[in-house]
């Protein structure tokens, strides 16, 4: 099939090889692997940054893909079209506001909120979770967008799925910028998960001891 042959060249990062293939193939933005990926998406997750400029320069990037590349200039033309448009779920399964807020693009999630982008929408990929959780886990977004999210999202300790929160899952990745983010919007680093975890085990089981001590003197 075309599409796996275009997805083995990006996974190869085959740029010159992928230019040639797509010139038969439609738009790179509907070209989507099994889990529903576009091949932009594929290349950016899987740091293929030869394949990944390739598709960038081509143009054309969908509103999922310019928030995952943190492209605000193109999310604002794209929604100027289709307002309509800024909280669809990818076909993967993420809101334009989840991929950013993963990637750390600041501009992006700027934008996406002042266009109304609904943070308290869960994702429906692998990881059912809100765009603030894919900030606490991606570790990038930077602390004023990061307490814009967590006003829009409006409860520092929502839970995701599994019912871990922000402050969990930043924890025990030793962002401390989000926790510090959080903790100011009123997180509690006591809480538990339904399996018990709270946000101060999260930091010591992950091997952030100062962070774990800080969190049990809140």
Not at 3 to 29: C, H, I, M, N, R
Not at 85 to 108: I, K, N, Q
Request: proline share 4%.
């Amino acid at each position: 099939m075309i599409s796996q042959t275009l997805f083995d060249l990006a996974g190869a990062d085959d740029a010159e090889a992928l230019a040639a293939a797509l010139k038969s193939a439609p738009e790179p933005y509907r070209i989507r692997n099994e889990a529903g990926e576009s091949l932009f998406l594929f290349c950016v997750f899987r740091g293929r940054t030869k394949c990944a400029e390739l598709l960038r320069a081509a143009g054309g990037l969908s509103l999922h893909e310019a928030a995952l590349d943190g492209a605000a200039a193109r999310i604002e033309l794209l929604l100027d079209a289709a307002p309509w448009a800024v909280d669809l779920l990818s076909p993967d399964g993420w809101t334009a506001l989840h991929l950013a807020a993963f990637l750390g693009r600041d501009e992006s999630v700027s934008a996406l909120l002042e266009r109304g982008a609904d943070a308290r929408i869960m994702g429906r990929a692998f990881e059912q979770n809100l765009p603030i959780h894919a900030a606490a886990a991606g570790r990038r977004l930077g602390p004023a967008a990061f307490t814009a999210l967590i006003a829009a999202t409006g409860a520092a300790d929502a839970p995701q799925k599994q019912g871990y929160t922000a402050l969990m899952i930043a924890a025990g990745n030793g962002f401390e910028a989000a926790v510090d983010a959080l903790l100011a919007a009123g997180a509690d680093p006591k809480r538990a998960a339904p399996d018990g975890k709270t946000a101060i085990g999260q930091a010591r089981a992950h091997g952030h001891e100062a962070l774990a001590q800080r969190l049990e003197r809140v």
